[in-house]
């Protein structure tokens, strides 16, 4: 699966309007990294649209035969039949979150609604804040409810960093 890096705010807090009034809704930017054996290709839209929004993140398989020979702690994907592979270690990204070669946002969105769901139960819930994982096909939004009703969505959007730049583009 894809490393979720530190999160970072983006801008500030935004106001909505909800059918309890309003609330306040912060967005958090999550950079992703390929995991080991995996590499992204950002591929931008072509001149004349809006070069994000037609943007996919390519997904290739890198060789990992050194790493397998030098720490033994994984197996090539390239190298290795897919039968082997599955007994050994988790299935490569174009398995599970990817539409042909690039990253499904829908699925990869969901995989992250799953991981924050997990953390919502593990994590104790207190009986002044409740916190909800609420469904959407883009990003993860969680809702953070006090004994008061007072409410914050926090809206986790997913990013890849641009080459070696400090530029990330938003996965929305």
């Excluded at 033994?72 to 897919?82: A, Q, R, T, V």
Aim: glycine share 6%; aromatic share 6%.
């Amino acid at each position: 699966m894809p490393r979720l890096q530190p999160a970072f705010g983006l801008g500030g807090f935004l106001e909505s309007q909800s059918g309890h009034g309003e609330d306040l809704v912060y967005r958090l930017v999550v950079p992703l990294k390929p995991p080991p054996g995996h590499s992204f290709h950002l591929e931008l839209g072509t001149e004349g649209e809006k070069p994000l929004r037609n943007s996919h993140l390519r997904v290739e398989l890198e060789c990992m035969c050194i790493r397998e020979r030098k720490l033994g702690d994984m197996l090539c994907f390239i190298h290795h039949p897919e039968d082997e592979l599955m007994g050994h270690q988790e299935a490569s990204l174009l398995q599970t979150l990817c539409t042909g070669p690039y990253l499904d946002i829908e699925k990869t969105a969901f995989w992250l609604q799953e991981l924050m769901t997990a953390a919502c139960v593990a994590v104790l819930q207190s009986a002044t804040c409740k916190l909800t994982v609420l469904p959407s096909p883009r990003f993860c939004k969680l809702k953070m409810t006090t004994a008061v009703e007072t409410s914050l969505s926090i809206e986790l959007v997913l990013a890849v960093q641009e080459d070696n730049s400090d530029t990330f583009v938003t996965m929305e």
